[in-house]
């Protein structure tokens, strides 16, 4: 008599399902079934003895081949023979942990912005997990299979998805340079198909700005939001609206912007350049008189919502407790409202007032080439440009209708043409 197989469901299982209750592959097949990765066990006799056990497996492909041969052996003695890929070992086998720890602090060392930083440890800590669900404690363990698995459990969009990736081939990058991996485990995965498709931008406009500021006067005066949370009304949103329009800060860096560090005189602290010398913005006195009126209330840290000092923490508060608040009264819109829509109208407005292009992508920390690809449309003299191209190309040409009656002339005249030489030739012979 066969093995049995079927899947015991512990107390953390991620789908819901009851501790302890058990399913068959049968059982999963169902439709609307929600999958988890709770282990799968095998029971039946072998040799006179029966015994249940679980395979570590939490796939039924994987754990039939543990049952079968277990079957062959005929004993329950014997291990599972490991496959011969995962006993492959470097001349000093390194866990994935500390893989994964030299990894990060590679990442540090390169003085990344710690919202970057954050996308790594969230990459990191999910491999891990995988890592762990799989029974993988080696790096050399990782097969090329394993990371189609990991790839595929990813529930990210597509582009996402496609900067996810990029950060895993890094890793396996890293890995490799230092002969931890033998192979590229990640060289057959690609990027979702459409990830690289350039969507443009989309800045507010003058008069969305206007709805939103208009919104802001719509919710009042400050109000307290519950234990630890400090009060705030609409006079809070706007300044949060009005540094983000005025310097192309990322949410983050608004809502932990330190007045005492980022602000002299009129200039707000950006970040070090590329020359390793500070780079600034500059901003109105009326903004500034704003400024520091919140700092004489609250502080340095003129946008903290309270007891928190947690940077994600305070993104969260104020982008779907504040900002959304304000969206939805300044609503509805054709396209979604966000805060990273301020980044993209700082971009805006400087580029209509004709800043040059080399300036701003020094100001936004981005390249000349992709800011002429997101914000192509907004680009001074663009449109001119393109508008006299076409002139030149089809300006005093024929219309339609004269191009239609001018063809069928040509073709008539070509006909004639024809008809003289072949009643030429005939003459002559």
Request: include cysteine; glycine fraction near 8%.
């Amino acid at each position: 008599m066969g093995l049995a197989l079927y899947r015991r469901h512990r107390r953390e299982c991620k789908a819901g399902h009851s501790e302890e209750f058990r399913t068959s592959e049968y059982d999963e097949r169902k439709k609307g079934w929600k999958r988890c990765d709770c282990p799968i066990f095998v029971s039946g006799t072998l040799n006179r003895k029966f015994a249940r056990q679980t395979t570590g497996q939490w796939e039924w492909e994987a754990a039939r081949a543990i049952a079968a041969k277990l079957e062959v052996s005929g004993r329950w003695t014997v291990e599972p023979i490991p496959e011969p890929s995962r006993t492959l070992a470097t001349p000093e086998r390194v866990t994935i942990a500390d893989a994964v720890e030299a990894f990060l602090a590679k990442c540090k060392g390169r003085d990344v912005q710690p919202t970057t930083f954050a996308k790594y440890q969230t990459f990191t800590n999910q491999l891990g997990t995988y890592c762990d669900r799989r029974g993988l404690k080696y790096i050399d363990q990782v097969t090329v299979t394993d990371m189609d698995r990991f790839y595929t459990s990813w529930n990210d969009g597509i582009r996402g998805k496609a900067k996810k990736l990029e950060r895993l081939k890094g890793f396996v990058k890293f890995c490799r340079k230092r002969k931890w991996l033998t192979e590229d485990l990640a060289e057959d995965l690609e990027a979702p198909t459409g990830s690289s498709i350039t969507v443009p931008k989309s800045p507010f406009t003058d008069d969305e700005l206007a709805r939103i500021y208009k919104a802001c006067d719509e919710i009042g005066p400050p109000t307290r939001q519950g234990p630890g949370h400090r009060a705030w009304g609409g006079e809070d949103a706007k300044d949060f609206i009005f540094l983000s329009v005025y310097t192309g800060l990322r949410i983050s860096d608004v809502a932990t912007f330190d007045i005492g560090k980022r602000l002299r005189g009129n200039d707000v602290f950006l970040r070090t350049h590329k020359t390793k010398r500070p780079l600034f913005t500059w901003i109105p006195d009326w903004l500034v008189e704003r400024l520091r009126a919140r700092q004489k209330v609250h502080g340095p840290r003129i946008f903290a919502a309270g007891i928190t000092q947690n940077a994600k923490q305070l993104c969260d508060i104020w982008r779907n407790k504040r900002l959304n608040k304000v969206f939805d009264l300044a609503g509805p819109w054709e396209t979604p409202a966000h805060p990273h829509r301020f980044r993209h109208t700082f971009v805006r407005i400087l580029l209509e007032k004709g800043v040059p292009i080399p300036d701003l992508a020094e100001l936004i920390g981005d390249t000349e080439e992709v800011l002429r690809i997101h914000y192509a449309a907004w680009i001074p003299g663009r449109q001119e440009r393109l508008s006299k191209i076409l002139q030149e190309a089809f300006g005093g040409k024929l219309g339609p209708i004269d191009l239609v009656v001018e063809g069928r002339q040509m073709a008539h005249r070509l006909m004639r043409s024809n008809l003289r030489t072949h009643s030429n030739e005939r003459e002559g012979r």
